[in-house]
């Protein structure tokens, strides 16, 4: 005998902070609210650098109890030997522990009103109805919205035909013993081509060693691990996606964090992005309901939102990235080289934002030195952004 459809207004499908930061503000404006997660134990597997801006980390609503570590700049170190040293002297990003992170942020919704299913994935979607597998077998799921939080590579994407972000990067990270400064990130972009790689300090004598690539990332991380302490603690991999879906919503459906493709084409970060565009779901999910009109022509509010708050950012961050594949070795040198002068770094540790560099960016192109070494680039398109 067929199990009875359990019935919600909102599914939302991921317990990551995206989804819960979701299913927190679904419930807290009235919806019955429902968060099914794959996995058994919220946080788990970690697939994060875990390194948050301070106003990422405030996005979370969240208490101290997760960070590890805070940052106030950067090294940024080129494979010719040039570098410069970012420090704002005051705290600029932490280092938090996602899985309690994670686990918090879940405590949070569930004190919201929001319930969670844990050991569950979708396995199909008929009309209005999640088809899913689990602790409790076969279990069919109604909602009237659905809130698709189920990170790069979405299977609600996927069962949904849905067309994908553009770009996908595989990351590689370890925790190991590592002596560096504990206030700084060091920063290696010529780590791995097209993007960088990253030591991220997490407590004294102990770093998160790690770099994103389009291809070989295998290969790549191998001779980068080389700088470092062989004394591995942890393994992680991830899929990092860049470039938006090029529609978020669809079938009752919207689209929130790395489902979306929201992560940021400049640093690989997603929680400020996702956890934003989350809480812009949750308003266009309760005005759904409330209207009780569940088209596409109703739920399209949703990308407004999104966008009139952070899509030229990403759309300005996408541009840097695809300009980031032209630059070699040496045309990074030469922009670290270009930079390397305490008015510039000045400006840098003052507009410096790693989740708005919009605003730093245009600061830079003013430079007659900088905009020299970047005019070619510009050519192909960049310009249009400004």
Not at 46 to 56: D, I, P
Not at 197 to 225: D, K, N, Q, S, Y
Request: overall charge positive.
């Amino acid at each position: 005998m067929a199990s009875q459809p359990m019935t919600y207004d909102v599914v939302v499908v991921g317990a990551g902070p995206v989804g819960s930061a979701a299913a927190s503000a679904c419930a807290g404006l009235g919806l019955k609210t429902l968060c099914i997660e794959e996995h058994g134990t919220i946080g788990y597997p970690v697939q994060c650098a875990g390194l948050l801006s301070n106003a990422a980390f405030a996005e979370c609503r969240v208490s101290d109890r997760s960070v590890l570590n805070r940052i106030s700049g950067a090294r940024v170190l080129s494979a010719k030997g040039s570098g410069i040293l970012v420090d704002a002297k005051k705290t600029k990003a932490l280092v938090v522990d996602r899985g309690a992170l994670d686990r918090e942020m879940a405590e949070h919704a569930a004190h919201d009103g929001a319930e969670y299913l844990l050991r569950t994935s979708v396995c199909g979607i008929r009309d209005n109805t999640l088809l899913t597998r689990g602790i409790h077998r076969e279990q069919p799921i109604s909602f009237k919205m659905l809130i698709a939080a189920d990170g790069p590579r979405s299977t609600i994407a996927r069962l949904l035909g849905m067309q994908r972000a553009k770009v996908f990067l595989a990351g590689i990270q370890e925790d190991i013993l590592h002596q560096g400064d504990p206030g700084f990130v060091e920063l290696y972009p010529d780590a791995a081509p097209g993007f960088f790689g990253w030591a991220i300090p997490t407590a004294p004598g102990r770093a998160r060693v790690g770099l994103c690539a389009r291809t070989h990332a295998h290969e790549h991380f191998a001779a980068f691990i080389k700088k470092f302490s062989s004394s591995s603690v942890h393994l992680v991999t991830g899929t990092l996606p860049l470039g938006v879906m090029p529609k978020t919503y669809a079938h009752r459906t919207l689209f929130v964090g790395d489902a979306a493709g929201f992560a940021k084409p400049t640093s690989g970060g997603g929680i400020y992005t996702g956890v934003r565009s989350a809480r812009h779901a949750a308003a266009v999910a309760a005005e759904a309901c409330a209207r009780n009109r569940f088209d596409d022509a109703g739920l399209s509010g949703y990308e407004r939102r999104w966008k009139a708050d952070f899509g030229n950012e990403l759309a300005l961050g996408f541009r840097l990235f695809e300009m980031r594949q032209h630059m070699s070795g040496q045309d990074v040198d030469d922009l670290i080289r270009a930079l390397n002068t305490p008015d510039l770094l000045q400006t840098i540790e003052e507009f410096g934002d790693m989740d708005r560099p919009s605003a730093l960016v245009k600061k830079l192109l003013l430079r007659p030195g900088i905009l020299r070494l970047f005019k070619p680039l510009m050519q192909a398109g960049l310009r249009s952004l400004f």
